[in-house]
Nanobody
Framework: QVQLVESGGGLVQAGGSLRLSCAASGRTFSSYGMGWFRQAPGKEREFVAAVRWSGGRTYYADSVKGRFTISGDNAKNTMYLEMNSLKPEDTADYYC????????????????????WGQGTQVTVSS
């Protein structure tokens, strides 16, 4: 059993910053890639950012490019999302997810590509 636990959410004013963390625990686990998704009330879960550990390739949604940075250490089963210049529209529950085997194509942006999910951490950006 693999557990993903997010932390670092909270309330911040527009223009501020937050750093989200995701820690994986449980049985020996080595992921192919990990990602961040978010879901605002009444909306579908959407892709935010992802990392493919092999080669360190990163991917971002257009809405967060230049403001958010994904990083982490696969050996330590940890992942981070540095969020800067936050906007009220970034308000959502943020979820980390992990995929444990390779895939071609745009695997990173589809929630169905991920096998493991955290419970989420809430981010609220006030105007």
């Amino acid at each position: 059993q693999v557990q993903l636990v997010e932390s670092g959410g909270g309330l911040v004013q527009a223009g501020g910053s937050l750093r989200l963390s995701c820690a994986a625990s449980g049985r020996t686990f080595s992921s192919y890639g990990m990602g961040w998704f978010r879901q605002a009330p009444g909306k579908e879960r959407e892709f935010v950012a992802a990392v493919r550990w092999s080669g360190g390739r990163t991917y971002y949604a257009d809405s967060v490019k230049g403001r958010f940075t994904i990083s982490g250490d696969n050996a330590k089963n940890t992942m981070y999302l540095e969020m800067n210049s936050l906007k009220p529209e970034d308000t959502a529950d943020y979820y980390c997810a992990a995929r444990n085997y390779a895939s071609a194509g745009s695997w990173y942006s589809s929630p169905s590509s991920y096998m493991y999910w955290g419970q989420g951490t809430q981010v609220t950006v006030s105007s």
